[in-house]
């Protein structure tokens, strides 16, 4: 007589199944968290953009398309800094490193969310803002990623319009061309950029030393890298400044632009007493809150003005 065998398999093999750890993985690839800020400038500049609550089918649609766009350029921005990714402690655990995704089906993953991108925009919002969205993965990818990031310590301030672009597509999403306004927030977010990222830049200074790459602040004393942050950020308040006259936003609007930016002015010039690492990720940490702030102030200021 046979005796039968029980086969058992350990509950923590079944709990974890192979396909959401690489589902996890080409999530992780298109870089979620710097997503989630571009939606958050998109989404107001839609409201401010038509003036009265946009389409709720044009919000979703171009959420949608910004996201591919946005997680394809990030994802072809690993497949060519998986050099340094190797290097940088920050980095040493992005998929394509672990080697949980490998660089052909990467870039695969890549094209595949640019397309995407770009027909959904065509098909269902407008062809100027599929436009836009391919010009922005472009810059990012073949002027910043490709060029400015490992030739130059002005590589965030140039490459930064990249980041800047989503207000654009939000822009022409709802209206099918440009205007001074949406120049103005362009140009906000442009400024924003270098000190937001030299803030953080400033904590991993020896990864970037290590990886050879000329960030500002690991080229440079933190005396100076202090002072072009103070110089953007002062620019920033300026520009930021115009959002409510020429957006036409009223008095309520404009008096919140003039605290947020005082504060952010105020916290980089209290880094003159003590420009530690601890307090560069306090203003790294502001400079998230300031645009997220402002752009949703923005967004519902519009609403309230014209429902």
């Not at 995704?101 to 993953?109: E, G, H, L, M, R």
Request: glycine share 6%.
């Amino acid at each position: 007589m046979r005796q039968q065998v029980e086969l058992r398999v350990p509950a923590n093999e079944i709990a974890t199944p192979l396909p959401l750890a690489k589902l996890s993985a080409y999530v992780a690839l298109t870089k979620p968290r710097i997503i989630e800020l571009l939606l958050i400038t998109t989404v107001p500049t839609m409201f401010v953009a038509s003036k009265h609550i946009p389409s709720f089918a044009v919000v979703i649609l171009t959420v949608i398309g910004g996201a591919l766009a946005a997680g394809g350029a990030n994802a072809f921005n690993m497949v060519y800094d998986m050099d340094i990714d190797k290097i940088m402690k920050r980095t040493s655990n992005r998929p394509l490193v672990t080697g949980q995704i490998t660089p052909k089906a990467a870039i695969v993953f890549a094209f595949s969310l640019e397309l995407a991108s770009f027909l959904l925009f065509w098909q269902t919002v407008n062809l100027l803002s599929g436009v836009l969205a391919v010009v922005a993965t472009c810059f990012y990818v073949l002027i910043y990623t490709m060029w400015l990031k490992r030739s130059t310590s002005q590589n965030i301030v140039i490459g930064g319009a990249a980041g800047a672009v989503p207000v654009l597509v939000g822009w022409t999403a709802v209206t099918d061309h440009l205007s001074w306004t949406a120049l103005v927030l362009f140009l906000v977010i442009f400024f924003w950029t270098p000190p937001h990222f030299w803030a953080l830049a400033l904590k991993y200074k020896d990864d970037y030393r290590a990886a050879n790459v000329p960030m500002l602040p690991a080229v440079s004393n933190p005396k100076k890298v202090l002072l072009n942050i103070q110089i953007y950020t002062l620019i920033l308040f300026g520009i930021s400044l115009a959002i409510a006259p020429v957006g036409h936003l009223g008095a309520v609007f404009f008096s919140v632009t003039v605290v947020l930016g005082l504060i952010f002015c105020y916290k980089t010039f209290t880094l003159n007493k003590d420009l530690s690492e601890k307090n560069a990720m306090r203003l790294f940490g502001y400079s998230i809150t300031y645009l997220s702030v402002l752009f949703v102030a923005m967004g519902i200021t519009a609403v309230v003005l014209h429902p």
